[in-house]
């Protein structure tokens, strides 16, 4: 990948509707090429899917989001705890972390009780030991990640 590919991913990330044309005048290359250029990073798995995200049905627009910090029985050898944080679709980050804890997971919902569901879930699968949870009261700074070499 290129600083061009970066840039096409990170307009996509802002906007994955945008058109080609757009986009192509935004990254200074020619639709064609940036068509060709989106299907490659598709085939490569730089581009896995594209997602809708519904906003919550309550007047607040509010997401419910928690931090779940999770100690594994076996740190190298803890694939299938990934395996089934990765189908859960309200897990939004899932970083290993060096230090006391294992895992790093974000979660999103519309509900509390969704929250804790899959809190509930996740300290019973094979292979955690023990969950540490954190509920979020406020969201300080909310600013979309800037893809690598990006010059924003």
């Known amino acids: 990948m290129d600083a061009i590919d970066e840039k096409i991913i990170a307009e996509l990330t802002r906007n994955a509707r945008i058109s080609h044309a757009e986009l192509a005048s935004r ?40 931090l779940v910090l999770v100690y594994r029985q076996d740190r190298m050898r803890g694939g299938e705890v990934l395996a089934a944080l990765k189908r859960i679709p309200e897990v939004v980050i899932c970083e290993v972390l060096s230090g006391d804890f294992d895992l790093m997971v974000r979660l999103e919902a519309l509900s ?38 990006s010059t924003a």
């Open 27 to 66: 990254v200074r290359l020619s639709r064609n090429a940036v068509r060709q250029r989106i299907e490659r990073l598709e085939r490569q798995g730089h581009i896995a899917g594209y997602t809708i995200v519904r906003q919550p049905k309550d007047s607040e627009g509010d997401v419910v989001s928690a």
């Open 112 to 149: 509390l009780e969704r929250i804790r569901s899959i809190w509930e879930d996740i300290a019973q699968m094979p292979g955690v030991r023990d969950t540490v949870t954190a509920l979020t009261l406020s969201r300080v700074v909310d600013r979309p990640r800037a893809g690598k070499g």
